[in-house]
């Protein structure tokens, strides 16, 4: 059930059938305190990130980031200020501290795509004060390491 979930929460998004999760999405906060977006796969990398929230029983679309050509396993960046080669369509505006926002990456073809992220704004404190640890939703809102977080991707794939 899990491995559908990112696709289920915003079917708007991709259209056809749901792909199957290959890997994960976190949220990370770097040394000056901004917000990252992190993924790791297994695969074929995501090609596009988007970050929605719920408003009235319906998916509300915040952003869209597009990829660069991605090679390796991993990649992040900054939500904000999208850097590392990714490209942002409807930029993020101010979080509203109200609203949970929802983060996961994807592929044009529905192919694939990583498990989601949920945050709100305070979450942004809690990460600040975890330096190195990576927000993510598997069964429960964890911090984990980046060894733990790439060991999770790969579980994603295999489960």
């Known amino acids: 059930m899990r491995r559908y979930l990112a696709f289920l929460l915003y079917p708007g998004l991709l ?3 749901t ?3 290959n890997g994960v999405t976190g949220l990370t906060v770097d040394t000056e305190g901004n917000l990252r977006v992190v ?3 297994c695969g074929d990398p995501p090609e596009t990130v988007v970050v929605y929230h719920n408003e009235n029983d319906r998916s ?3 952003a869209v980031y597009t990829a660069p050509p991605l090679s390796g396993i991993t990649t992040s960046f900054r939500l904000d200020r999208p850097d590392n080669g990714w490209q942002v369509t409807n930029p993020l ?3 509203n501290p109200e609203l949970i926002y929802l983060i996961f990456g ?3 073809d529905n ?3 990583t498990a989601s992220v949920h945050f709100r704004l305070a979450d942004t404190e809690r990460l600040a004060t975890a ?3 990576i927000q993510v939703d598997l069964g429960a809102h964890n911090l984990l390491t980046e060894a733990d977080f790439l060991t999770e991707s790969e579980e994603q794939c295999d489960g």
């Open 15 to 17: 259209s056809g059938c």
């Open 19 to 21: 792909g199957p999760v």
């Open 39 to 41: 993924l790791a796969w």
């Open 60 to 62: 509300v679309q915040d």
């Open 93 to 95: 505006g101010e979080l």
């Open 106 to 108: 994807g592929s044009a």
């Open 111 to 113: 192919s694939h795509g």
């Open 131 to 133: 330096p190195g640890r």
